[in-house]
């Protein structure tokens, strides 16, 4: 029996979900939309083409993060982007830790990666399909 599959959310545990609203909502201007699976106080941003970013508040829980594990979105330019990392003094880095540098990949694509509130890796990068 074939099926196919399509992606649909990001779930993340955060320690204060309204800080991580907050990062998300003025860093890449994502909208908040209705959580429409409970009545918890996870929060739900959408990240276009009906994806979404879940924020699930776990205040007591130990996040653990490295590099390796990260979400990546994608952007014609990453100047604007860059910008607003540095206007809200957010560090970002190539994929080898060297601060405020562009990586670029072997086929050519330019990456970086800053953290949010609660650690997490966020790679913004320019493969734009």
């Known amino acids: ?11 993340l545990s955060v320690k204060d979900v309204d800080e991580s609203v907050e990062f998300y909502q003025k860093l ?11 009545d918890s106080k996870t929060r739900w941003l959408s990240l276009n083409e009906e994806k979404q970013l879940h924020l699930i508040p776990r205040p007591d829980s130990e996040i653990k993060i490295n590099k390796a594990v990260h979400f990546a979105l994608s952007t014609p330019n990453l100047d604007p982007i860059i910008s607003k990392l540095e206007k809200l ?4 880095y190539d994929w080898k830790d060297n ?3 562009i990586h670029v990949r072997k086929d050519g694509i330019k990456q970086i990666y800053f953290q949010d509130p609660n650690g997490y890796w966020i790679e913004i990068n320019n493969d734009v399909k």
């Open 28 to 38: 890449l201007k994502l909208e908040e939309i209705k959580n429409t699976a409970s």
């Open 89 to 92: 003094k957010i560090e970002f």
């Open 1 to 11: 029996m074939a099926y196919s599959l399509s992606f649909n959310h990001i779930a």
């Open 99 to 101: 601060r405020n540098k």
